[in-house]
């Protein structure tokens, strides 16, 4: 029997970090929204805004780990920060979806710069050692009884669908997919899950706008901008295929957590805006029959 459960995450709410910018709303606001809104769980955000202990009936689905995966020595001082989330997981309630721990990379300074698939990523001397640290952080996770997934992700050294390729070519770990950062990388969202099916563990359900991106690039706006001009946009007002999505993981057999996200920025939609875009992002898949 397919197990499948819709969450959405702390970055729909503009909400990435607790040191830049207070959040636009407490913790136990956001989980009574998406409680009120339907959702069965929530990503972890930072570490420090969500209490595992006041998640008002929600699950955790995941929760994002930031990695240097370029650079040895960064990479080795930002273990104890994965170890931290995984700490966190441990003392999640219990869950007939475990949490994933979602590997990201910390970023191409470069592709930051200017999103999408343009810039060149590591080169082919680069992508073992690369490789070889994301593996180390799977198997740091396994070892704490964890199954992590990799998120690509614009602006960083795994942005491409060829990006995506070559580290499944190189590690054994599952892919976090990510429908938005697809769509603006460049990719087929629809066809990368079918071609990587045997190695998708986790979906975030992220609509886009390469139109809002082709301005962004032309003003020389970054990726932060992006987010904050709608790249990513609500559910159904973007070009994601999202039927065919839908359609596509029920072909594919897939279980386990689907999370809506609409990377947002702090200031740029009230709070009672960003509330109303979640709910109506639940009553698409709902429509849908997730």
Do not use: C, H, Q, T
């Given at each position: 029997m397919r197990l499948?459960?819709?969450?959405?995450?702390p970055v729909s709410f503009g909400v990435f970090g607790l040191a830049d910018v207070p959040p636009p709303l407490s913790a136990d606001e956001m989980v009574h929204a998406l409680s009120e809104a339907g959702y069965d769980g929530i990503d972890l955000g930072?570490?420090?805004?969500?209490?595992?202990?006041?998640?008002?009936?929600?699950?955790?689905?995941?929760?994002?780990?930031?990695?240097?995966?370029?650079?040895?020595?960064?990479?080795k001082r930002g273990v104890p920060a994965l170890e931290a989330t995984l700490d966190v997981f441990d003392a999640a309630p219990a869950s007939p979806l475990p949490p994933r721990p979602t590997l990201g990379c910390s970023g191409s300074p470069e592709r930051f710069a200017r999103p999408g698939g343009s810039v060149p990523g590591l080169t082919a001397s680069e992508w073992p050692a690369y490789a070889a640290r994301v593996q180390e952080a799977v198997n740091r996770c396994r070892d704490r009884g964890f199954e992590p997934a990799f998120h690509h992700h614009l602006g960083t050294y795994v942005e491409t669908p060829q990006d995506v390729e070559r580290l499944l070519e190189l590690t054994d770990v599952q892919l976090c997919l990510d429908t938005g950062h697809l769509l603006l990388a460049g990719g087929d969202p629809v066809e990368a899950l079918r071609a990587w099916a045997d190695r998708v563990g986790h979906v975030h359900v992220k609509d886009g706008d390469t139109a809002i991106l082709a301005h962004a690039l032309s003003d020389g706006a970054d990726l932060h901008e992006l987010m904050g001009r709608g790249g990513f946009a609500p559910l159904g007002e973007g070009e994601l295929d999202l039927p065919a999505v839908v359609r596509t993981l029920d072909e594919i057999g897939y279980s386990g957590w689907i999370v809506i996200e609409q990377d947002t920025l702090p200031g740029r939609r009230t709070v009672a805006e960003i509330i109303a875009d979640q709910a109506a992002n639940r009553r698409k898949l709902e429509e849908l029959g997730l």
């Open positions: 499948r459960k819709v969450a959405n995450a930072p570490i420090g805004y969500l209490s595992m202990d006041r998640l008002g009936g929600l699950l955790l689905a995941g929760g994002w780990a930031d990695l240097r995966y370029d650079d040895a020595g960064e990479f």
